[in-house]
């Protein structure tokens, strides 16, 4: 299986492993990655959300499901070509964009999976969802991989390989 140009790792800390079932969601906010576009008034919460994908038993996102409805080839996704039913995401473009990890649904769905255990916190979580917001350079990288080391009262990221 080949793995789109961003991908990402989940981590639960207070576990000790991987973050399977955690929904992530894409989002483009802006085309131009020089950081002298970004003023007090840059958001992302207007940001154009192209793709989502669930994390698998290992915590990682390698392919995403493309948005059927938008039209992203100036993210270098490719609507007509699919290989199945995975839109061709050949070349990345440079801009800012936003990973949106719904953690909180992840915390409420371990502490019922977890029922009558004492590990977890119950389903409590200081974060309902974490927004990591990134660069793709120009020219970009072949790949951005984005790892969240996930407790419920903490994470941190970092630029991963």
């Keep these: 299986m080949s793995v789109d140009p961003i991908t990402c790792h989940i981590l639960d800390t207070t576990l000790g492993k991987p973050a399977s079932g955690v929904i992530v969601q894409l989002f483009h906010i802006s085309n131009d990655p020089s950081l002298s576009s970004i003023s007090e008034d840059t958001t992302t919460t207007n940001g154009k959300h192209f793709a989502m994908a669930k994390t698998d038993n290992d915590g990682r996102i390698k392919q995403w ?55 977890g916190d119950g389903g409590r979580t200081f974060f309902p969802f974490v927004e990591i917001s990134f660069i793709i350079d120009n020219p970009p990288d072949n790949h951005y991989h984005i790892p969240l080391l996930l407790s419920n009262y903490s994470y941190t990221t970092y630029r991963g390989s």
């Design 65 to 119: 499901i493309i948005n059927p409805n938008g039209d992203f080839q100036n993210l270098g996704i490719n609507k007509n070509s699919s290989k199945n039913n995975h839109q061709s995401w050949d070349n990345l473009k440079p801009g800012i964009y936003k990973a949106k990890f719904l953690t909180g649904k992840y915390f409420l769905s371990l502490a019922q999976n977890q029922q009558g255990s004492t590990s």
